[in-house]
Every structure is written in C-alpha cells, then in structure tokens.
C-alpha cells in the first residue's frame, strides 16, 4: 500500500502565492509520475501538473504559466508552486501518484485525500 499526504493549502488573497506539497510513503519501488489535481465545488476534476519519474512535465491550461511542479526523487515528494493566485483557482486540490510497489508489477494509481485552496480577500 501507499499513502500520499498532502500539506501547503490554506486561505490566500488574490494575487498571492501557495506551495503545496504531497509525500508518498509505503511500499514503493518507482514513482512513474506524480500530479496534481483539482476540483471546484460543482466542477469536474481537472489536470492543473504532472511530472513523471524521468522528470517530464506537463501542464494543464487551468494554471499553466502560473504554477511550478518539482520533485524530491529522493523523498519521493512533489511541489506545486502556484503565484498570482485568483478567486477561480479556489479548490480543493488533489496528489495522485503512479507507482510500482514491486518489481514486474504494474503501477498503480493512488490518491491523496486533498488539501482546500481558497483565494479571497
């Protein structure tokens, strides 16, 4: 099993800047990718970061130009750098992780339990 725990969110004002942070700990062999997510109340979840274990990034459109992902392969922890935050930006916000707990197995997807972004004056 693996668990990711998430820390960073809180209340911010326009125009501000966030850092989240996830960590994975358990069984782990190799982190494929690690990503964040978000989720607006009455709103799908949506892609805002990945980058996987071979340092590959992607962004979503949500918060592309505003936001940064890195990653503590050794720590097996991701960051998300989010500036110039908006009211629009508030969510909930969401680890996932990629891994492969065991050699020859096949990673599995697993999901943190969120972390609530607010942007408000």
């Known amino acids: 099993q693996v668990q990711l725990v998430e820390s960073g969110g809180g209340l911010v004002q326009p125009g501000g800047s966030l850092r989240l942070s996830c960590a994975a700990s358990?069984?782990?062999?190799?982190?494929?990718?690690m990503s964040w997510y978000r989720q607006a109340p009455g709103k799908q979840r949506e892609l805002v970061a990945t980058?996987?274990?071979?340092?590959?990034?992607e962004y979503g459109e949500p918060l592309k130009g505003r936001v940064t992902i890195t990653r503590d392969g050794t720590k097996n922890t991701v960051y998300l750098q989010m500036n110039n935050l908006e009211p629009m930006d508030t969510a909930v916000y969401y680890c996932?992780?990629?891994?492969?707990?065991?050699?020859?197995?096949?990673?599995?997807?697993?999901w943190g339990q969120g972390t609530q972004v607010t942007v408000s004056p």
């Open positions: 996932s992780a990629k891994v492969q707990s065991m050699v020859g197995q096949h990673p599995y997807d697993y």
């Open positions: 980058i996987t274990g071979g340092g590959n990034i």
């Open positions: 358990g069984t782990i062999f190799f982190v494929h990718a």
